[in-house]
């Protein structure tokens, strides 16, 4: 059965700290894994780490792609109060569509 | 602008209702998606579809009905025989099938069984 598992399903911090959010999966015919933030409603896109490009850089956020050890993980430097959201991991699988398969989700509270 | 428009935002049903959830885009997308969010739990992929007049079941399709009439609109039935419809319900798309790009997001619908 594909799985992804992130961790901690919860993070309270303090604003200027640095986070690692975690990411593992296990998926027949891995095609990519992605990274979206959720603050309300939509989730919004991140970051997407496949095979030719296993590290990402946004800012303040990067995310990086471990395929030996089938695992990414997010990090946030300097965070702010406007970082608090759910941040959820999917990893793209198989063949033809964009079927996703999403892990719970990492609520992250970034207080002032 | 170009994006995702799902409708209504929320909605109340009672037991043993049929009820639709509307998802429009623009984005010219060719491939479309329903999941379902609940609390501690990862999304879930409900149907998708990849052309008009085509459509697939996904992880959890039982008590659930789609169309795929125009490449535009995808809504999601939720039937009677649901037994625990109560969710956020998310639609998205993508392009190409989804093979080069993320999925965009509509803002969701979220239904409540009384």
Known sequence: EDKVVQSPLSLVVHEGDTVTLNCSYEVTNFRSLLWYKQEKKAPTFLFMLTSSGIEKKSGRLSSILDKKELSSILNITATQTGDSAIYLCAVAHGQGAQKLVFGQGTRLTINP | ?114
């Open chain 2, 1 to 114: 602008d170009g994006g995702i428009t799902q409708s209504p935002k929320y909605l109340f049903r009672k037991e043993g209702q049929n009820v639709t959830l509307s998802c429009e885009q623009n984005l010219n997308h060719d491939a479309m998606y329903w999941y379902r969010q609940d609390p501690g739990q990862g999304l879930r992929l409900i149907y998708y579809s990849q052309i008009v007049n085509d459509f697939q079941k996904g992880d959890i399709a039982e008590g659930y009905s789609v169309s795929r009439e125009k490449k535009e609109s995808f809504p999601l039935t939720v039937t009677s025989a649901q037994k625990n419809p109560t969710a956020f319900y998310l639609c998205a798309s993508s392009s190409a099938g989804g093979r080069t790009g993320e999925l965009f997001f509509g803002e969701g619908s979220r239904l409540t069984v009384l």
